[in-house]
């Protein structure tokens, strides 16, 4: 795992010295759900768990990984939603996968500072390293520390790095980059420095604001979350808020830039307020296929 770099660690260092603050807006929105009866039901919807089979299909795909089935979860925010922790822990225990990946945001708070959540972050990664390699990133609600916690249960962080993966005599560029939104950790050119001519590429970055870049650099896949699938959402799933990371068109399932295709989750948690309407939470299960089998 790469050091912490100068960008994030000044970041973390101011963020220590604020007090941690919601603002006004959100709490007036949560005081509006509260009055008018409808909060309960937004916190029964954010435990309501989907798992999401997908298939991505590529060209360009090397036979030894068709049919892979990656672990995608993300956005955990564990320590927002009580009993969250537990269903994800039973779901995941019921997936079988080749891989899996993480994709930041383990918590609800910058500066989460009790010990259960980070036990429950330590439970999921011990879970998944019972199945495979496990891979991870940071989002822009993580301390490098958390990712120090997580290498020490065995799984690879991605810090603006990649590494080639191998299955029957074939192999891939697997990258991860560090959180371009709150921390502004990305560096594209060092994320892509051990890539090789012609490699099949495929990105892990929190949210979908390095699209371009990412399409730009050869990277057939784009896998993602940050934005919550827009969380609060209208009937028929219409999206209010996108966040400020992407665009609608990103805000959460399959989308394509450039001949790359890219896959937005929804994520498991919440963040700003803890309910969720018409955006269940989710866990992705992604087959890849190559289209000339
Ligand atoms: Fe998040």
Same mark, same amino acid.
């Given at each position: ?57 590529? =060209?360009?795909? +090397?036979?030894?990984?068709? =049919? ?17 922790? =537990? ?7 019921? *997936?079988? !996968? ?7 945001? @383990? ?10 959540? @980070? ?43 990649? *590494? ?15 959180? +371009? ?40 896949? @784009? ?18 808020? !996108? ?36 955006? +269940? +939470? ?12």
């Amino acid at each position: 795992m790469r050091a912490i770099s100068k960008k994030r660690l000044l970041v973390e260092n101011q963020d220590s010295k604020e007090k941690a603050k919601n603002s006004w807006y959100w709490s007036v929105f949560d005081f509006l759900l509260r009055v008018s009866f409808i909060r309960s039901a937004g916190l029964k919807n954010a435990l309501d768990i989907r798992v999401e089979n997908v298939e991505l299909v590529f =060209d360009n795909l +090397p036979k030894g990984f068709d =049919d892979v089935r990656i672990l995608f979860i993300t956005d955990l925010h564990f320590d927002g939603t009580k009993l969250l922790a =537990d269903k994800v822990l039973n779901i995941i225990g019921t *997936i079988d !996968c080749d891989c899996c990946f993480l994709g930041g945001d @383990y918590t609800y708070g910058r500066n989460a500072n009790n010990n259960q959540v @980070y036990t429950q972050i330590e439970q999921v990664a011990k879970l998944l390293k019972t199945k495979s390699r496990v891979f991870g990133i940071l989002g822009n609600y993580d301390l490098y520390k958390t990712a120090e916690l997580l290498e020490g249960h065995g799984v690879e962080m991605l810090i603006n790095e990649g *590494i080639c993966l191998e299955r029957k005599g074939d192999k891939l560029y697997l990258a991860g980059m560090d959180d +371009p939104s709150h921390y502004k950790a990305d560096d594209i050119v060092l994320t892509d420095s051990n890539s090789w001519d012609n490699a099949f590429k495929i990105m892990l970055c929190h949210s979908p604001a390095k699209y371009k870049e990412s399409a730009e650099a050869g990277y057939s896949l @784009y896998l993602t979350g940050d934005t919550h699938g827009g969380q609060i959402c209208l009937p028929g799933g219409f999206v209010i808020f !996108c966040g400020p990371t992407a665009n609608r068109k990103m805000v959460r399932g399959r989308w394509s830039c450039h001949g790359m295709i890219g896959y937005t989750s929804r994520g498991i948690g919440t963040s700003r307020i803890k309910m969720r309407y018409y955006c +269940p +939470p989710e866990i992705t299960v992604i087959t890849l296929k190559n289209g000339h089998r």
